[in-house]
């Protein structure tokens, strides 16, 4: 229950496309969200993050979408660029003084110029 | 902006090694984490500490203690390392705020620990 599921394990798109990756999880007490973006050489960074109250969240040329009754959320890049090749993370973590976070296993995006 | 200082990029030592990985945060955080990064596993948690002198398990303690005798300090120890835990080591550090405002968790660049 304290899993989460992330796919695809990679994904190789076009400049100007729009990679999606997806998530979800079974524990219905986790109510934050965030998406953590790694370049290699680097520690894991945070990108953008949602709460269980909104169904999306858009910040940039990155948005958020969330479905909380199929308990499931995506990262959608939009305009995709070279620089936005990275391992992308998803997350969840219960609001308690622990900040206790389960991570996705990750996916490796490159975008071809 | 927050720093998280992980003291060694890589590291080299051999089975049967004690093995000390150390982080050092600046933001006077009360959280702090050491993760284990593995292709295709992701980030598996192994301890945590909300407050000095305080620690909880992870999801993978076995092998591993840590020690915080400052609050900006959190040290990861393999007490007798083993080839299994050649791995990429993250440490991460987060606030805690009242109810209802999560925090993310901020990284250090990760040491690469090679045991032979």
């Known amino acids: 229950q304290q899993q989460v599921k992330q796919s695809p394990q990679s994904l190789i798109v076009q400049k100007g496309g729009i990679p999606i990756i997806n998530c979800a999880y079974e524990?219905?007490?986790?109510?934050?969200f965030p998406w953590y973006q790694q370049f290699p050489g680097k520690g894991p960074a945070l990108l953008i993050a949602?709460?269980?109250?909104?169904s999306e969240k858009k910040e940039g040329r990155f948005t958020i979408s969330f479905n909380k009754s199929a308990k499931q959320f995506s990262l959608h890049i939009m305009d995709s660029q070279p620089g936005d090749s990275a391992t992308y993370f998803c997350?969840?973590?219960?609001?308690?003084?622990?900040?206790?976070?389960?991570f996705g296993p990750g996916t490796r995006l490159s975008v071809l110029p | 902006d927050v720093k998280v200082t992980q003291s060694s990029r890589y590291l080299v030592k051999r089975t049967g090694e004690k093995v000390f990985l150390e982080c050092v945060q600046d933001m006077d955080h009360e959280n702090m984490f050491w993760y284990r990064q593995d292709p295709g596993l992701g980030l598996r948690l192994i301890y945590f500490?909300?407050?000095?002198?305080?620690?909880e398990k992870g999801d993978i303690p076995e092998g591993y203690s840590v020690s915080r005798e400052k609050k900006e300090r959190f040290s990861l120890i393999l007490e007798s390392a083993s080839t299994n835990q050649t791995s990429m080591y993250l440490c991460a550090s987060s606030s805690t705020l009242s109810r209802g405002g999560n925090q993310p968790q901020h990284f250090g660049d990760g040491t690469r620990l090679s045991i032979l």
């Open positions: 524990n219905t007490a986790f109510d934050y």
């Open positions: 997350a969840a973590t219960i609001d308690n003084y622990g900040q206790n976070f389960v």
């Open positions: 500490s909300y407050d000095v002198k305080m620690k």
């Open positions: 949602i709460r269980p109250d909104v």
